[in-house]
């Protein structure tokens, strides 16, 4: 699991987090404004969960991420946040 965040406090809480769960699998990425930093062609799916209206460059961010997606992979998005507000 490759687990990309733009805030380097988010991608601590998300280690202390793995290391309190005993999870070894996850590996933290520090991304950009821009860029995500996966590598190309590598991941089968990407998830973002209540992120995407946060983007402020939303073309390049999802151009990066096509790249990083492997030819039949994904990108799917939940609205959580949205959910909660309706109810």
Do not use: C, W
Not at 10 to 18: D, G, I, K, N, S
Not at 55 to 82: E, N, W, Y
Request: without cysteine; charged residues 20%; aromatic residues 2%.
């Amino acid at each position: 699991v490759r687990a990309q965040d733009i805030q380097p406090e988010m991608l601590v809480m998300l280690r202390a987090r793995a290391e309190q769960e005993g999870l070894e699998n996850i590996s933290p990425i520090l991304g950009s404004l821009h860029n995500p930093r996966l590598p190309a062609a590598s991941v089968d799916l990407i998830l973002l969960v209540d992120v995407y209206h946060e983007f402020s460059h939303p073309v390049h961010m999802l151009a990066a991420m096509r790249q990083a997606l492997k030819p039949d992979g994904l990108l799917a998005q939940a609205l959580t946040s949205l959910r909660r507000k309706l109810q």
